[in-house]
C-alpha cells in the first residue's frame, strides 16, 4: 500500500471513531467502565469539584413477567433488578446521594449452556458483592468516569477470583462483569451530578474532568471532552420502542391459549392498544451460523 493510501485509511478510521462518538447512544452511565484504561488513576491536582466515595449498599427487585420473553436463544419469565445506592462528597465537604439500576441480564451478559440460569445469575451476585467492597474501599479523589476506570482492573481481577470459588464451569466475561458494575457506576454518575446540583450528563466538560478524551481513547482525541458527543438539553420527546420476543404472538392465530385479563396479547393488539409506531425485533438466536 503507498503511503498516500495509507493517510487515507488513516484518516477514514478516525473519522469512523470519531462519528461513533457523535452517534452512539449513551444508554445507561456505565459508558466510562468500556474506556481504554490509557493511564493509571491519578489526580493531578485536588479541586473542590473532585469527589470521594463514602458508603456503598445495594438490594435488589425481583420480578415475574407477565408472558415468557424469548432472546438470545433462550426463554425467561421474571427479572432481577440491581440497586445500588451511594453517598459521596466533595473536597469541599458538600455531599449526596446516589442511585443507579441495572437488570442483572445474565441471560444475554453470560450466556451459557452449561451453567443454569440460577448458576449464572449467583455468580453475578457474587460477583456484585466484591464490586462493593472495592468501590466502597476506594478513598481517591476524582471524576466517576476516573474512578471508573481506576477501578475496573479490580473488578476484572473479581470476577476471575468468583469463577473460581465458585467453581464454573466457563468465567464470567467482561461483558458481564460491566453489566454487573454499570449500576455502581450510575449511583456515582448521579451523585456527582446532584452534589453540583446539576444533571450527571451536564458534568462531562473541562470545567469538571482533569482529562480530556485522549487520556481515554489516545492521542487524536486531545483537546476534545465528552461533552462535545451529548446533547445540551435532553429531549422533549422520546420514541417508545415496543419489543417483540422470538416467541410472541403476532396475530391472534400464534396464540395456543389466551389469558384474557384485560391487555392486548398479540403485536397486533399492541399496535391498536398503544398506537405504536416503532418496534424492537429480538433473534431467536436458534441458528447462529
Known amino acids: 500500500m503507498s503511503a498516500k493510501n495509507q493517510r487515507r485509511l488513516q484518516k477514514r478510521n478516525q473519522l469512523g471513531r470519531r462519528e461513533f462518538l457523535r452517534t452512539a447512544p449513551l444508554a ?13 488513576f ?12 463514602d458508603d456503598v449498599s445495594y438490594d435488589y427487585e425481583e420480578f415475574r413477567y407477565r408472558t415468557p420473553y424469548k432472546f438470545a436463544g433462550k426463554e425467561v419469565d421474571r427479572a432481577t433488578i440491581l440497586n445500588v445506592r451511594c453517598v459521596a462528597h466533595l473536597t469541599n ?17 453470560f450466556p451459557s449452556q452449561r451453567m443454569s440460569y440460577d448458576k449464572t445469575l449467583g455468580a453475578m451476585k457474587a460477583l456484585a458483592e ?12 476524582g471524576h466517576p468516569i476516573d474512578i471508573n476506570v481506576a477501578l475496573e482492573p479490580d473488578y476484572l481481577k473479581a470476577a476471575d477470583e468468583v469463577s473460581r470459588r465458585l467453581q464454573l464451569e466457563e468465567p464470567i466475561p467482561k461483558l458481564c462483569v460491566l453489566v ?5 457506576d450510575a449511583a456515582l454518575h448521579d451523585a456527582f451530578g446532584k452534589v453540583h446540583g446539576l444533571s ?5 466538560g473541562s470545567d469538571f474532568m482533569t482529562h480530556d478524551l485522549s487520556h481515554y481513547l489516545g492521542p487524536e482525541f486531545k483537546g476534545e471532552h465528552l461533552d462535545r458527543y451529548l446533547l445540551k438539553e435532553p429531549s422533549a420527546r422520546l420514541a417508545l420502542y415496543h419489543s417483540v420476543g422470538a ?8 396464540l395456543g391459549k389466551w389469558k384474557d385479563d384485560g391487555l392486548p396479547e398479540t403485536l397486533s393488539g399492541w399496535i391498536r392498544y398503544n398506537g405504536l409506531t416503532h418496534i424492537k425485533i429480538k433473534l ?6
Open 200 to 204: 450527571s450528563y451536564g458534568t462531562y
Open 93 to 109: 465537604g458538600r455531599s449526596a446521594h446516589g442511585f443507579g439500576s441495572m437488570p442483572m441480564g445474565n441471560v444475554w451478559s
Open 284 to 289: 431467536a438466536g436458534d441458528d447462529l451460523a
Open 130 to 141: 466484591r464490586v462493593r467492597n472495592i468501590t466502597a474501599s476506594f478513598k481517591e479523589t
Open 28 to 40: 445507561s452511565l456505565s459508558v466510562p467502565l468500556a474506556f481504554r484504561r490509557w493511564n493509571t
Open 247 to 254: 416467541s410472541d404472538a403476532i396475530e391472534d392465530s400464534d
Open 180 to 184: 454487573t458494575a454499570s449500576a455502581f
Open 42 to 53: 491519578h489526580t493531578l491536582t485536588t479541586k473542590p469539584i473532585e469527589m470521594r466515595i
